[in-house]
């Protein structure tokens, strides 16, 4: 059975660091895009980015780059989203997300993880 | 501003059938078959219900059906139940560089 699953519900105050991870299992972890997807409170699904685990090729969307990090470590079938300095408006959920066939074909999902910036 | 757009909101009685646009522009839902569209309950991750424009994931009731006709996507659920009220989201690859892109969103009430 294919699953991801991702790390616990974080707390943080702004200018915090945050790395929060999406570990695959049931399947070659290397063979298939992993998406990440933000979900803040009320709100509709954003694209962020997506990452290929098995040589690590990665896409931002642009309203993303530059304020996030994507990275994967196969070797423990994971994939990661990051940030260096959170802000308040990075309060959201957090869904990963693998690309099953075409470009916006994404079948299994995460549980998501509930990230709260606040003072 | 999402890329995609969306009616906000439609109903239907049990039973009924309804439909959902979602419109984009040549250069994503006009241009290619590459269509999907998600389900999401409240407090849950979203579940693909579509994928390229018109093919049902295995365990997805037929009663869910998509097509396409120029720049204009469609989520069609006929013989509505109670569980189908939910929030629904289009998603289209596009050929700016973010490649994905959502609609706003629609909020599905099974009256």
């Known amino acids: 059975e294919v699953q991801l699953v991702q790390s616990g519900a974080e707390v943080k105050k702004p200018g915090e660091s945050l790395k929060i991870s999406c570990k695959g299992s049931?399947?070659?972890?290397?063979?298939?895009?992993i998406g990440w997807v933000r979900q803040m409170p009320g709100k509709g699904l954003e694209w962020m980015g997506i990452?290929?685990?098995?040589?690590?090729?990665?896409r931002y969307s642009p309203s993303f780059q530059g304020q996030v990090t994507i990275s994967a470590d196969k070797s423990i079938s994971t994939a990661y989203l990051q940030w260096s300095s959170l802000k308040a408006s990075d309060t959201a959920m957090y869904y990963c997300?693998?690309?099953?066939?075409?470009?916006?074909?994404?079948?299994?999902w995460g549980q998501g993880t509930l990230v709260t910036v606040s003072s | 501003q999402s890329a995609l757009t969306q009616p906000a909101s439609v109903s239907g009685s049990p039973g009924q059938s309804i439909t959902i646009s979602c419109t984009g522009t040549?250069?994503?839902?006009?241009?290619?078959?590459?269509v999907s569209w998600y389900q999401q309950h409240p407090g849950k991750a979203p579940k693909l219900m579509i994928y390229?424009?018109?093919n049902r994931p295995s365990g997805v009731p037929d009663r869910f059906s998509g097509s396409k006709s120029g720049n204009t996507a469609s989520l069609t659920i006929s013989g509505l139940q109670a569980e189908d009220e939910a929030d629904y989201y289009c998603?289209?690859?596009?050929?700016?560089?973010?490649?994905?892109?959502f609609g706003g969103g629609t909020k599905l009430t099974v009256l």
């Open positions: 997300a693998r690309r099953d066939g075409d470009y916006v074909t994404f079948q299994h």
């Open positions: 990452i290929y685990p098995g040589d690590s090729d990665t």
């Open positions: 998603s289209s690859y596009t050929s700016s560089s973010t490649q994905v892109v």
């Open positions: 390229e424009v018109s």
């Open positions: 040549s250069s994503d839902v006009g241009g290619y078959n590459y």
């Open positions: 049931g399947y070659s972890f290397t063979s298939y895009w």
